[in-house]
Structures are given as C-alpha cells and as structure tokens.
C-alpha cells in the first residue's frame, strides 16, 4: 500500500527556536547583509556633506524613537517627557567628558545609565496613574527637567553652554561626517537588535500584555508596576544614549533643543511610523527628520523670495502645524504607520503578479 506523505501549507513553527528567529527565511538574512554592506561601504563615499549629516542625524533620533516605542507601541505608557531625557543624556556626556575626562566608549553607556534612572524616577507615577493623567505627569517631568538643565548653572553652565572635547574610541579620532558615520550606525544597528530581540523575552511579552490589558496581565500574575518602571528605564535609556551621540556629534550643546516640540516630535515619529513595530519607530525617524529638512528648506526659500513679506517671523509655527497635520492625516488614512504601508507593499511585491 502507497504511503501518503502530508506537505504543510502554512508556515508552522515546531520548536521554540524558529519562534524567536528575527529573520524566518535565508532571503530576509542574505538582504539584511547586503543591505549592512552597502550602508558602511557606500553610503559614506556618495552622499554629499549634507545628505551625510541628515543620514547621521536619522541614526541619532531612531535610537530615541526606539525607546520610546517600546514605551508607547509596546507598554502603552505615553510619555510627554522624551526630548527632556534626550537632553538628560546629552547633558550626562558632555559632563562627564569635560569635568572628568571619560572617555567617548564610558561617557556614552554611563550617560544612558544616568538618563535611565532619572526616567525610573518620572515613571513611578506610573503606579497610580494612566492614560491622560500620566500624560500630563510626564509632561510635568519635561517642564522640571528643562527648569534643571536652565538653572543648574554648576553643572550644565546654564543657557552658556557645554563645548565638548574632540572624541576618540580605543585611539581612533572620530572627525567629520564620516567618522561619526562609523560610529552612529553600528550603536545604532547595536540598540536596534537590543531592542528587537528584548521584545521576544519574558519582559517584552510582560510588556504587551500590560498594554493590552493591564488588569488581565495583573490576573496573570504580572507585577504591574515594576514592569511599568523597567519599561521607563529602558526607553530612557536609549533616549539617553542618543543624546550622548547628539552632544558628541554637534560638538556644543545648549538646552534649547531639549524641549517641548522635541518630545512631540518622537510621539510623532512613533505614530506616524507605527506603534508597537521596531521598523516602524525607524521609519517615522526618517520621515519626521527629511519632512524637518524639507520645511526648513522650504521656509528659508520663501522668506529669501520675500514670499512672507512681514510675515516671516510668524512662520516657525509651521512645522508643529505640518507635524500635527500629519499624525490626523495618519491616525485617519493609515492607523499602523509607514510600517503597515511597508508590510503592504513587500507582500503585494512578494505575490506579484497575482492580486491575493
């Protein structure tokens, strides 16, 4: 008797490893490769001086971005507080480089440290509050945390400044756009993978289950709010990392930057790029940074016309109009973000030609 032989027809997964795969097949790892090559081997020698700093600009903030998306996507903890912390971070290195001659490979993890504790202490609200009321505490961080780096003129040198020193990794002098080139995208690509593979862990499973439902996750048997404060301490310290690379990269930091439109800026690039997705918080980082490039682009364009006439001083309002714009535009049209576009796009190329 014919022995039939029974072929599966979807894709099942029969052990724990192929779960925790970050890539299912072997064409998404030969173009993950490819794609590293090219980036390190080319992009640093064709893009011009300006491409290059907005390409290194895109590294800086999607390390943010990721953090806050495993805070917001993942936890379902929103945090008004994201461009305060940034700046938290930015502030740890540039002391620590100049008062105790840290080196870049120390001040970098230690201002992530610095930036996680200060963010653990934001989030203990976290165990009484949620939703808008959270919100609003965050917000009350961002506020305090700006009033610090203004008026703690012993440290931070007030609205003076911090200029940091030229910075070295293990003897190798890291100057212009392409040095930091090298440095910002292999952190990046570090973070990244961190962050991917945190989600597939006990803590990253806690973390959804919180957002989805905190009561039924605590019926679980998840301690609610020290996950809840992890969650803090992580996207803190990524914000924090990114801004140790920021103060680094601009050479000279002052606390302007670190303000209310930053914070709103990253909840943008979450929302836009899609909650609750790695690539997602990448995407809205690319997108919110070239949309930044293009209005100032734009602005000083129309005002050198004198397009604006008197009215040119009343033009800075227009990026926070275009930003909100665009989440509304996004919220309506396409909930999930450039990531679900993505998602979209990739498997109607890998059915092509066929419409299903």
């Known amino acids: 008797m014919k022995k039939l032989r029974f072929h599966p027809c979807g894709n099942f997964r029969e052990r724990y490893e192929q779960e925790l795969t970050v890539f299912e097949t072997d064409f998404g790892r030969l173009w993950t ?4 090559v090219a980036l390190f081997a080319l992009v640093p020698f064709v893009a011009s001086p300006y491409t290059l700093y907005v390409i290194n600009t895109i590294g800086i903030v999607a390390i943010a971005a990721v953090g806050l998306n495993i805070l917001i996507g993942y ?9 305060a912390f940034f700046g938290v971070g930015a502030y740890g290195a540039a002391v620590l480089a100049t008062r105790w001659d840290w080196p870049l490979a120390a001040a970098v993890p230690a201002a992530g440290l610095i930036t996680a504790l200060v963010g653990m202490v934001f989030g203990l609200p976290s165990s009484r509050l949620k939703g808008l009321y959270l919100t609003i505490a965050t917000l009350a961080g961002q506020f305090i945390i700006e009033y610090v780096l203004v008026h703690w003129d012993t440290v931070t040198m007030g609205t003076m400044g911090i200029t940091l020193p030229p910075p070295s990794l293990w003897g190798w002098e890291i100057r212009g756009d392409v040095g930091f080139f090298y440095l910002i995208f292999p952190v990046f690509i570090l973070m990244l993978w961190m962050a991917v593979n945190l989600m597939r862990t006990k803590y990253g499973r806690a973390f959804v289950a919180i957002r989805d439902n905190d009561r039924a996750a605590e019926g679980m048997g998840i301690a609610i709010f020290p996950y809840k404060l992890l969650s803090f301490a992580i996207s803190s310290f990524y914000a924090g990392v990114a801004g140790a690379l920021f103060a680094y990269y601009t050479v000279s930091i002052t606390t302007e930057p670190f303000n209310l439109a930053l914070s709103v800026e990253y909840i943008a690039m ?12 990448v995407f809205g980082a690319v997108f919110i940074t070239v949309l930044n490039e293009i209005l100032r682009w734009g602005t000083d364009m129309m005002m050198n016309m004198g397009i604006f006439g008197s009215m040119g001083l009343n033009m800075a309002p227009l990026r926070e109009f275009v930003f909100g714009l665009a989440i509304v535009i996004f919220i309506i049209f396409e909930p999930r973000g450039l990531a679900e576009v993505w998602r979209i796009w990739r498997s109607s190329f890998r059915l092509w030609p066929f419409s299903y």
């Open 270 to 281: 979450v929302i836009i790029g899609g909650m609750g997705n790695m690539a997602g918080a």
């Open 75 to 83: 936890t379902g903890q929103i945090s008004l507080g994201h461009g």
């Open 33 to 36: 490769t490819l794609g590293i």
